[in-house]
């Protein structure tokens, strides 16, 4: 069983930065690819970020390409976007998500485990 709890989140006005946390449970965090997803108001889960096991590759939906940085330390057990640029639209909450068996892919159904969420307002 993997427990996933997210940190971070809150309001920041238009342009500025945040960075979420994920500290996970368990002995074998560093075996798992880790994901970031988010829900906007109204709208369905979608993909934010994931990152291999080791940290060596990840990749990042369009949306957050070149403002948002996936990275884990496996000594903590942490898993960490960081936000920049922010803009209203990344209004939602975020979740993390654990990929035990896989590479951490796109794909909401590859992900085994997921936090309660952490809310991110971006006012304009």
């Known amino acids: 069983q993997v427990q996933l709890v997210e940190s971070g989140g809150g309001l920041v006005q238009a342009g500025g930065s945040l960075r979420l946390s994920c500290a996970a449970s368990?002995?074998?965090?560093?075996?798992?690819?880790m994901g970031w997803f988010r829900q906007p108001p109204g709208k369905e889960r979608e993909f934010v970020a994931a990152?291999?096991?080791?940290?060596?590759?990840?990749r990042y939906a369009d949306s957050g390409k070149g403002r948002f940085s996936i990275s884990r330390d496996n000594a903590k057990n942490t898993v960490y976007l960081q936000m920049n640029s922010l803009k209203p639209e990344d209004t939602a909450a975020y979740y993390c998500?654990?990929?035990?068996w896989g590479a951490g892919t796109e794909a909401e159904s590859s992900y085994d485990y997921w936090g309660q969420g952490t809310q991110v307002t971006v006012s304009s």
């Open positions: 998500a654990a990929d035990v």
């Open positions: 368990g002995r074998t965090f560093r075996t798992y690819a």
């Open positions: 990152i291999s096991w080791s940290g060596g590759s990840s």
